[in-house]
Protein backbone atom coordinates (compact mmCIF):
# COMPACT_ATOMS: atom_id res chain seq x y z
CA UNK A 1 0.00 0.00 0.00
CA UNK A 2 1.15 3.32 -1.12
CA UNK A 3 2.15 6.12 1.11
CA UNK A 4 -1.39 8.43 -0.31
CA UNK A 5 -3.43 5.56 0.80
CA UNK A 6 -1.78 5.50 4.17
CA UNK A 7 -2.84 9.29 3.89
CA UNK A 8 -6.05 8.71 2.56
CA UNK A 9 -6.74 6.01 5.56
CA UNK A 10 -5.54 8.17 8.31
CA UNK A 11 -7.75 11.33 6.95
CA UNK A 12 -11.18 9.59 5.66
CA UNK A 13 -11.30 7.37 9.17
CA UNK A 14 -11.94 8.29 12.56
CA UNK A 15 -13.39 5.12 14.38
CA UNK A 16 -10.59 2.56 15.12
CA UNK A 17 -11.41 -1.12 17.09
CA UNK A 18 -7.92 -1.40 18.67
CA UNK A 19 -7.78 -5.37 19.32
CA UNK A 20 -5.21 -6.46 21.77
CA UNK A 21 -5.38 -3.05 23.45
CA UNK A 22 -3.62 -3.17 26.84
CA UNK A 23 -4.52 -1.53 30.06
CA UNK A 24 -0.87 -1.36 30.98
CA UNK A 25 0.88 2.07 29.79
CA UNK A 26 4.00 1.15 29.27
CA UNK A 27 2.97 -1.16 26.48
CA UNK A 28 2.61 -0.14 22.88
CA UNK A 29 -0.72 -0.49 22.12
CA UNK A 30 -1.83 1.56 24.99
CA UNK A 31 0.67 4.54 24.27
CA UNK A 32 -0.50 4.49 20.22
CA UNK A 33 -4.21 4.31 21.12
CA UNK A 34 -3.97 6.70 23.60
CA UNK A 35 -1.92 9.09 21.29
CA UNK A 36 -4.77 8.10 18.43
CA UNK A 37 -7.30 8.77 21.30
CA UNK A 38 -5.62 12.45 22.20
CA UNK A 39 -5.36 13.05 18.02
CA UNK A 40 -9.20 12.96 17.61
CA UNK A 41 -9.82 9.23 17.12
CA UNK A 42 -12.51 7.67 18.60
CA UNK A 43 -11.08 4.37 20.22
CA UNK A 44 -13.18 1.03 20.90
CA UNK A 45 -10.86 -1.11 22.83
CA UNK A 46 -10.78 -5.19 22.15
CA UNK A 47 -9.66 -7.18 25.13
CA UNK A 48 -11.33 -9.89 26.46
CA UNK A 49 -10.14 -9.29 29.83
CA UNK A 50 -10.91 -5.65 30.50
CA UNK A 51 -13.88 -3.86 30.71
CA UNK A 52 -12.44 -0.22 30.25
CA UNK A 53 -9.48 1.39 28.49
CA UNK A 54 -8.65 4.85 28.28
CA UNK A 55 -12.38 5.60 29.21
CA UNK A 56 -13.60 3.85 26.60
CA UNK A 57 -16.11 0.67 27.03
CA UNK A 58 -14.06 -2.79 26.37
CA UNK A 59 -15.41 -5.23 23.83
CA UNK A 60 -14.80 -9.04 24.16
CA UNK A 61 -14.39 -9.35 20.21
CA UNK A 62 -15.11 -7.44 17.04
CA UNK A 63 -18.54 -8.95 16.87
CA UNK A 64 -19.22 -7.53 20.33
CA UNK A 65 -18.79 -4.06 19.16
CA UNK A 66 -22.68 -2.65 18.69
CA UNK A 67 -21.15 0.65 16.69
CA UNK A 68 -19.32 0.72 13.17
CA UNK A 69 -15.80 0.02 13.21
CA UNK A 70 -13.67 1.35 10.06
CA UNK A 71 -10.31 0.93 11.12
CA UNK A 72 -9.31 -2.39 12.77
CA UNK A 73 -5.98 -1.94 14.19
CA UNK A 74 -4.29 -5.10 15.45
CA UNK A 75 -1.80 -5.54 18.21
CA UNK A 76 -1.98 -9.55 18.13
CA UNK A 77 0.59 -11.71 17.28
CA UNK A 78 1.07 -13.15 13.80
CA UNK A 79 -1.24 -16.26 14.22
CA UNK A 80 -4.15 -14.81 15.41
CA UNK A 81 -4.64 -12.34 12.47
CA UNK A 82 -7.11 -15.13 10.06
CA UNK A 83 -9.32 -14.97 12.77
CA UNK A 84 -9.28 -11.22 13.40
CA UNK A 85 -9.23 -10.85 9.56
CA UNK A 86 -12.57 -12.99 9.49
CA UNK A 87 -14.17 -10.68 12.15
CA UNK A 88 -13.07 -7.25 10.77
CA UNK A 89 -14.94 -8.53 7.34
CA UNK A 90 -18.02 -9.67 9.17
CA UNK A 91 -18.39 -6.38 10.86
CA UNK A 92 -17.87 -4.32 7.59
CA UNK A 93 -14.86 -2.53 8.43
CA UNK A 94 -13.27 -0.43 5.83
CA UNK A 95 -9.16 -0.96 6.94
CA UNK A 96 -7.10 -3.46 8.54
CA UNK A 97 -3.87 -2.30 9.91
CA UNK A 98 -1.63 -4.79 11.19
CA UNK A 99 0.95 -3.00 13.62
CA UNK A 100 4.74 -2.70 13.36
CA UNK A 101 6.12 -6.41 13.60
CA UNK A 102 2.90 -8.08 12.66
CA UNK A 103 3.24 -10.12 9.66
CA UNK A 104 0.15 -12.39 7.72
CA UNK A 105 0.04 -12.21 4.30
CA UNK A 106 -2.26 -15.04 4.05
CA UNK A 107 -4.90 -12.82 5.92
CA UNK A 108 -3.36 -9.65 4.18
CA UNK A 109 -4.54 -11.68 1.30
CA UNK A 110 -7.97 -12.37 2.78
CA UNK A 111 -8.51 -9.17 3.71
CA UNK A 112 -8.33 -7.78 0.52
CA UNK A 113 -10.07 -10.08 -1.46
CA UNK A 114 -12.79 -8.92 0.83
CA UNK A 115 -12.56 -5.69 0.04
CA UNK A 116 -10.86 -4.10 2.64
CA UNK A 117 -7.98 -1.98 2.52
CA UNK A 118 -4.33 -3.37 4.48
CA UNK A 119 -1.76 -1.68 6.34
CA UNK A 120 0.42 -4.14 6.84
CA UNK A 121 4.02 -3.60 9.59
CA UNK A 122 3.60 -0.53 10.34
CA UNK A 123 2.86 1.53 13.58
CA UNK A 124 -0.16 3.39 12.99
CA UNK A 125 1.02 6.54 15.80
CA UNK A 126 4.23 7.03 13.44
CA UNK A 127 2.08 7.13 10.27
CA UNK A 128 -0.33 9.69 11.28
CA UNK A 129 2.50 11.69 13.28
CA UNK A 130 4.24 11.93 10.12
CA UNK A 131 1.45 13.31 8.70
CA UNK A 132 0.47 15.99 11.36
CA UNK A 133 3.89 16.91 11.41
CA UNK A 134 4.04 18.20 7.46
Known amino acids: MGKADIKDIITRYKTIAVVG????????SFEVAAYLQ??????????????EI??????????DIPDEVEIVDVFRRAEFLPEVVEQAIAKG??????????????AATRAEEAGLAVVM?????????KLASR
Not at 54 to 63: F, I, K, N, S, V
Request: aromatic share 6%; glycine share 8%.
Open 38 to 51: RAGFRIIPVNPACQ
Open 54 to 63: LGERCYPTLA
Open 121 to 129: DLCLLKEHH
Open 93 to 106: AKVVWMQEGIVNQA
Open 21 to 28: LSPDQGKP
